[in-house]
């Protein structure tokens, strides 16, 4: 037996002796199918191996919940799922435990997709920002790139994007032309940001906005819109389990990065750790994507996915619906975090008053 699995053995026969019968251990994430998705891959092999029992929690993310158990010293959170930005801004303020140096194997890091941002989180997924259609709108010429979506006069029908500006701005720059290496250097200047409004400009006549990641499938599902942007997992696994009518379009995808984070002050820290340890194995990254189909953070979990072919739980095929795939990612556009730091106020006041401009 490896030193590594031994001492992988040891802590879970510790934490099955000391802590099974204590409180639940309390994972904060996104609710809905994303959480059934964690509850199935993570949840039930850890709870198996460890004897810990996990209480599932929905939030809408950001750090404004944490700061107000901190500043209350009142922790009710263990784990959070959280996205590029917040794993950032909440390490640099303590929100989050700093992981031991050994919590994750050596090689771990040169494995991941993305590399981890800092010492406070551990790998979860990638998933991506795609656009997607009813393919019973399109009889004929279906649309096939970012471009298409926001051309209403050959693909016509009414459309549908997030109610927030990430993203959002980003597809309409790349849907132009625009080399994703210098998204960011145009969006930072006025000049740029007019022509990315240009752009959603085109689409403005039949638009709805949604502010939650089941909504764009349901979208689709009913016929009231004939294309929209999406999260890519959630567009894949309705159509994976049955929603064939809908299709997903990677071209001029945004990438984007999730992390999983130990709450500072949480009473289970010895848990947490190793609910991060389990969630970040291969095996573990690559079960995540059977209920739905975003992106391992870890290359080693692909070639399982590969190896095993057809993957998903209903029986059909995942890798064809995985973002982070070497393919995909030569010309994706990562979401950059840091640019949204800097920009985001500005950007969205200026979205949410163009959302004004056209009664929505």
């Known amino acids: 037996m490896s ?30 199918t994303y959480q059934q998705s964690q509850e199935n891959a993570y949840g039930a092999g850890f709870t198996a191996e460890t004897g810990v029992a996990l ?12 700061r107000m158990q901190r500043d209350a ?24 435990l700093k992981l031991p140096d050994d919590l994750f194997p050596p090689e771990m890091d040169a494995d991941l997709v993305i590399p981890r941002p800092n010492d406070c989180v551990g790998p979860n997924i990638t998933w991506s920002w795609v656009t997607a259609y009813d393919a019973r ?36 720059l790349v849907a132009e032309g625009v080399p994703a290496a210098d998204v960011y250097n145009v969006l930072a200047t006025e000049q740029g940001r007019d022509r990315a409004f240009s752009v959603l ?45 809908i299709r997903t379009i990677y071209d001029g995808q945004i990438l984007d990065e999730e992390w999983f984070a130990v709450v500072a002050g949480t009473d289970r820290e010895e848990a947490a750790l190793a609910f991060l340890r389990h969630v970040a194995r291969p095996e573990q990254q690559a079960a995540q994507a059977r209920w739905i189909p975003y992106g391992p953070m870890r290359r080693s979990a692909l070639d399982i996915i590969a190896a095993n072919e057809p993957w998903f739980h209903t029986g059909g095929a995942v890798l064809p619906h995985i973002p ?37």
């Open 3 to 32: 030193r590594t699995t031994l001492a992988s053995s040891l802590v879970c026969l510790l934490l099955s002796q000391a802590v099974a019968d204590a409180e639940p251990l309390r994972v904060v994430t996104w609710g809905g």
């Open 201 to 245: 400009d085109r689409i403005a006549a039949d638009l709805r906005f949604w502010s939650s990641g089941e909504e764009p499938v349901e979208l689709l599902r009913s016929g009231d819109v004939a294309m929209t942007t999406a999260y890519n997992g959630r567009v894949a696994a309705a159509y994976l389990s049955g929603a064939t009518e």
């Open 55 to 66: 209480e599932w929690l929905e939030y809408r993310g950001g750090l404004a919940e944490l």
């Open 324 to 360: 982070s795939r070497e393919d995909r990612i030569a010309d994706a556009l990562v979401l950059d975090p840091v640019f949204w730091a800097e920009h985001g106020p500005a950007l969205s006041a200026r979205f949410e008053e163009w959302r004004r401009t056209l009664g929505l």
């Open 73 to 96: 010293g009142e922790v009710a959170w263990d784990v959070v799922d959280v996205l590029a930005r917040d794993a950032r801004i909440g390490c640099d303020e303590g929100l989050f």
């Open 137 to 172: 709108a399109y009889d004929g010429d279906a649309p096939d790139s970012l471009a298409d979506f926001f051309d209403p006069e050959r693909h016509p029908g009414p459309r549908a994007i997030a109610a927030f500006p990430q993203a959002t701005l980003e597809m309409a």
